[in-house]
């Protein structure tokens, strides 16, 4: 297997307070920036903003359901692929709580519901798996973040073979936080490694703007590869367009390959 580009990028989700940041006059820039992937984990999507991307990155497709009802409805955690590339062979999705089949699910009053969406995609020609999962952690409440983190893990040692993994998501937890120390710790089958280890010493210590300005330290966005993979480069994508961003996260790249 050859590169592969890896993103995940909060989309901030469609809100007229956001006024001239709102989902309309920013898709054509995220779109772009998901021309670019092979494979891809969005967060704060919603079922109008990701048929605005199918057309926008005709090459992809994509698997996820909205958190709220296990269908259409609230945000959703899709896993994208381009399909001249990958087969998807396998997917699903479960909520980040004690009944992890059941849509809209939470376990703590002052959190958000959250989940997590999986696929396993082969790669044309070379019949190469791969298991992808992507997830947005709680924000409000550290209990329900550091849960759904061990879910997550769980559910990796569980459903993953012996295939490589990408793991993609908003934490919100920076490094040496309890959720990403959750993920990226010892003691697990599958274990994981924050790509931004590997990158240059440059890299900037962020993925969160709030449509203003880079805020440094915070570092909450990740892409965590097992150890099959070897690190060629990390980005994180600073453009702005007439001094916007196209979102308040900050896309992470990752270029990566098969060690």
């Known amino acids: 297997m050859s590169e592969l580009t890896l993103l995940s990028y909060n989309l901030r989700r469609d809100t007229r307070s956001d006024g001239p940041?709102?989902?309309?006059?920013?898709?054509?820039?995220?779109?772009?920036?998901?021309?670019?992937?092979?494979?891809a984990g969005l967060q704060e999507a919603r079922w109008p903003m990701l048929r605005d991307l199918t057309f926008g990155a005709p090459r992809h497709r994509w698997v996820g359901v909205g958190r709220a009802d296990g269908r259409r409805h609230g945000e959703f955690v899709p896993v994208l692929w381009r399909a001249d590339r990958f087969v998807l062979e396998d997917h699903g999705h479960f909520w980040l709580s004690s009944r992890p089949?059941?849509?809209?699910?939470?376990d703590h009053e002052r959190a958000v519901v959250r989940m997590a969406t999986w696929a396993r995609l082969v790669e044309r020609g070379s019949g190469q798996a791969l298991f992808v999962l992507n997830t947005h952690l709680d924000h409000r409440v550290a209990a329900a973040q550091v849960e759904g983190a061990a879910q997550i893990r769980a559910a990796l040692d569980d459903l993953v073979g012996d295939e490589p993994v990408v793991v993609t998501g908003d934490l919100n937890a920076r490094?040496?936080?309890?959720?990403?120390?959750?993920?990226?710790?010892?003691g697990h089958r599958v274990a994981l490694r924050d790509a931004y280890l590997d990158a240059d010493a440059a890299a900037p210590d962020t993925t969160y703007n709030g449509f203003a300005a880079p805020r440094p330290g915070m570092r909450i966005d990740v892409v965590l590869l097992s150890s099959h993979w070897k690190v060629s480069a990390y980005r994180v994508d600073m453009t702005t367009e007439n001094?916007?961003?196209?979102?308040?996260?900050?896309p992470v790249e990752v270029v990566a390959r098969l060690g």
């Open 21 to 39: 940041n709102r989902w309309r006059r920013r898709r054509d820039r995220v779109a772009r920036t998901l021309r670019g992937a092979d494979i």
């Open 175 to 186: 490094p040496g936080e309890e959720a990403h120390s959750v993920l990226t710790g010892p």
């Open 243 to 250: 001094g916007r961003f196209a979102s308040d996260h900050l």
């Open 101 to 106: 089949e059941v849509p809209g699910s939470k």
